[in-house]
């Protein structure tokens, strides 16, 4: 005759965790997750290391350009000399820097960060970038190329 044995020896699955202890189960997760979160991050880190020079970031392009070559951006442009604007009055507001008056066309109030437009004072350009919202001016232009007009 067999021995009866207790039922728990019967089963033939054992239950992984106690209901009773959710604490253990927790921090079971948590230690999985630091674990696989180190790992991760250490991939990541050392991924294309010899790629890049010292002191660069991870997102720049190998041939990055000069901003007064970007098309994409500078996409608004006008034809006219550049003339400088004259200084407010009793610190009125003034949109841009300096003007670029066109034959025949309302003039364009130019201001950049880009491009030094007083070394074009009194030159005829063809300037290029983004038009900005006026409050003053019929139209504000931020120049970002600038090419001389023969």
């Known amino acids: 005759?067999?021995?009866?044995?207790?039922?728990?020896?019967?089963?033939?699955?054992?239950?992984?965790?106690?209901?009773?202890?959710p604490v253990k189960l927790l921090l079971g997760v948590v230690a999985v997750a630091v674990i696989l979160g180190t790992i991760t991050g250490y991939i990541v880190a050392n991924k294309n290391v010899g790629l890049q020079s010292p002191g660069t970031s991870g997102n720049t392009t190998?041939?990055?350009?000069?901003?007064?070559?970007?098309?994409?951006?500078?996409?608004?442009?006008?034809?006219?000399?550049?003339?400088?604007?004259?200084?407010?009055?009793?610190?009125d507001y003034a949109e841009g820097t300096h003007t670029l008056q066109r034959d025949g066309a309302v003039p364009v109030a130019l201001t950049s960060?880009?491009?030094?437009l007083s070394k074009y004072e009194g030159k005829k350009v063809k300037v290029y970038g983004e038009t900005?919202?006026?409050?003053?001016?019929?139209?504000?232009?931020?120049?970002?190329k600038v090419e001389e007009v023969k």
């Open 132 to 144: 900005q919202k006026a409050l003053q001016e019929g139209w504000l232009m931020d120049v970002g």
């Open 62 to 91: 190998a041939n990055a350009k000069d901003p007064t070559q970007d098309s994409r951006t500078f996409k608004d442009f006008a034809e006219g000399v550049i003339k400088t604007k004259p200084q407010p009055k009793n610190g």
């Open 1 to 21: 005759m067999e021995e009866s044995k207790p039922l728990e020896y019967n089963k033939i699955t054992k239950q992984l965790l106690n209901p009773d202890s």
């Open 113 to 116: 960060s880009v491009v030094d």
